[in-house]
């Protein structure tokens, strides 16, 4: 019977049924819910100034390092230039919980060109930027991408003696994955020592 209607239906009634079909078919909307990052989660604040300007970029990571939100902070500009940065760290914060990858924002933002630009102080990779999204961005993609030929100091690999992760590659950590640019503090400590105010005997009581 429907077929039998279609064939019926005037020329321009069939085309708009017959692509309404073809549409419903073939597209498929793909839609993502919100990813919440815990309440009480890991980061880091970087602290610089740009071309004379102070700015202070904070973020958020999920349990796995992944980061979910930015928080940009340039508490000395005016007040519209204070709160177009926030709402603007904002929108990035909701892409990336609804699952926008950052090296989408990374290929968007850097080589921006706008004022405040110039020379970087207090980032030991970054030393020069051309905007302050050109700063930002480079910086989380050092961080967090490890897109090392986005820095001027290269430090993917500063300590000759580095360790891998071995086993624990993948695994949630409780340090910032964005702080140490990827890589995992090892601290080797010996067990000789005994806390002060120990007496060294055997005991384990209070000198």
Known sequence: DAVEQL???????????????????????????????PNR?????????????KVYLRTGEFDDGRIGEIFIDMHKEGAAFRAMMNNFAIAISLGLQYGVPLDEYVEAFTFT??????MVQGNDAIKNATSILDYVFR???????????????????????????????GKATPFSKGLYRGASPVKLVSGTEQPKGFASGGSGTPA
């Open 7 to 37: 064939i019926a239906a005037p020329a321009a009634q069939r085309a708009v049924q017959v692509t309404e079909k073809i549409v419903e078919r073939v597209v498929e909307r793909l839609y993502r819910d919100r990813e919440k990052l």
């Open 139 to 169: 910086e989380l993609a050092v961080s967090y991408l490890g897109r090392h030929d986005l820095a001027h100091v290269d430090q993917s690999d500063f300590d000759k003696t580095a360790l891998g992760r071995g086993i624990t590659e």
């Open 41 to 53: 989660r890991k980061g880091y604040t970087q602290k610089a100034v740009v071309g004379g300007h």
């Open 113 to 118: 060109k706008f004022e405040p630009a110039g």
